[in-house]
């Protein structure tokens, strides 16, 4: 579930939670909050907001915060799910802000991902530059008791014409009324409906590899990242070169060249007895 703050993304999550329990389910709901520093008033914000399911021992709620860096945190959503899921979790809720990249990678490790506007604002517009458009498998206008839903559903289909389509699936678009809980039934619907169509078409594999896939490059990335600067030697040969590219002696491309030829030839090569990063888990 991602969406604009304040869409109503955490009033839909006790909503649907609350008709997952009804059809015997357990629910798990992992709030990521990227921007804002891990403070216990967040947290308890979406504690309190999502009060009604807090004695139902079938529904697990975590909160996650990225403590100021935004690197990793999809990597990180990602394993939290896994345990869930480990756990015998029959459904897994993320919900995030769907500002930035951390956010659409965050998005990225669903199996649906459900996109959160309101009428208000132009949030069409606004999903649109933050390439929301392109990730959402269903779009919900919520808050649809307020002016402008209409035309902002219009919008949303006219986005979706022109965006590249998938075989046998057209995001549906839906309105709802979080708050009072119109609307959540639909969309609950429309997600078993999603995933229906993933096991339809044998997406549901593939989307598991592609993610493990993406947890492996992150790995090499890091890795070889720390590696590279591992030795001290090389920060100071980065910042003589960065005084003479920016003194117009070469360019930054060339300095590059330059650090990748420094590291290799002056002893730079990392030590191959350290033990592995803590990092790398
Ligand atoms: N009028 C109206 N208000 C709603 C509706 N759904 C949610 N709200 C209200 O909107 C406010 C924000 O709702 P949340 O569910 O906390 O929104 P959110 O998207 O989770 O917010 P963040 O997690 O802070 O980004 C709350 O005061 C809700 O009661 C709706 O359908 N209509
Ligand atoms: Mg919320």
Redesign the pocket.
């Known amino acids: 579930m991602t ?10 999550v006790e909503k649907m939670t609350a008709l997952f329990r009804k059809d015997g389910q357990t629910v798990a709901i992992v709030a990521v909050d990227p921007t804002s520093p891990y403070t216990g008033g967040a947290i308890l ?2 504690r309190i ?1 999502m009060s009604s399911l807090f004695c139902d021992p079938g529904v697990f709620i975590r909160s996650m915060a990225t403590r100021g860096s935004s690197g990793g945190l999809a990597f990180r959503t990602r394993e939290v799910c896994d345990l869930l899921d480990a756990f015998g979790k029959d459904v897994i809720i993320v ?1 995030t ?1 769907g500002v930035g990249q951390a956010e659409l990678d965050v998005a990225d490790t669903a199996q649906t991902t459900v996109i ?1 506007l309101v009428p208000e604002s132009g949030d069409g517009i606004q999903a649109m530059k933050a390439g929301l458009m392109e990730i959402g498998d269903l779009f919900v206008v ?5 002016d402008g839903a209409d035309r902002l559903m219009v919008e949303i289909q006219m986005m979706l014409d022109l965006r590249p389509q998938c075989e046998g699936w057209r995001p549906g678009v839906m309105r ?5 809980g119109e609307g959540v039934d639909e969309l609950v619907r429309q997600i078993q409906g999603h995933r229906d169509y993933l096991k339809k078409y044998g997406i549901l594999g593939r989307l598991r590899k592609d993610n493990v896939r993406s947890a492996i490059v992150d790995l090499v990335r890091q890795r070889l990242e720390e590696k590279f600067w591992e030795n001290a030697g090389i920060r100071s040969v980065l910042d003589r070169l960065a005084e003479e590219a920016a003194g117009g002696k070469m360019s930054p491309y060339q300095a590059f060249e330059r650090l990748l030829e420094a590291r290799e030839q002056n002893g730079m090569k990392p030590s191959t007895n350290k033990e592995q990063s803590d990092h790398v888990r």
């Open positions: 969406g604009p703050p304040g869409a109503g993304k955490s009033t839909l914000g979406d907001r919900e802000i959160v919520n808050k649809s008791d307020r709802t009324t979080a708050s009072a």
